[in-house]
């Protein structure tokens, strides 16, 4: 069964991707993020300027299978079946089908109240599902929890 934790109040998504798949690259998880068409652009040029030091190699939920299988992070608009892995990163408004096959769910809300008003659907769904999502406050400068 899926862990699921919502991070509140997070004021750049891109950045806080890039800090969530580091951790995760750096514990050898695969991580698959789920983000609307139209943020996955801005989402892969941010992964590709981070400092050499710090490069994430990533691909396409569309590449070939072969390229699928060697990259630790996958972005995708649609969860499909063959884009398996440890972590779930979900950028989008609803909860993406097939989430229950990953170890551990991470939502991103930001600030707006359309995000937050997305999110307490998403809430609730994961709820529905039988799941107990945890609350995590971006803005409280703790150490990102994976």
Known sequence: MSSVAFHFNVSDRFDYVGRLARKAVATAARTVVVADADALPQLDRTLWLLPGTEFLAHCDGTAVAGMLARSPIVLTPTLRPELCGDVLINLSETVPPGYAAFDRVIELVGVLDQ???????????????????VYHDAQNRTPLAL
Request: net charge positive; charged share 30%; no cysteine.
């Open 115 to 133: 995000e937050r008003s997305a999110a307490r659907q998403r809430w609730r769904q994961y709820v529905a599902d039988g799941l107990q999502p």
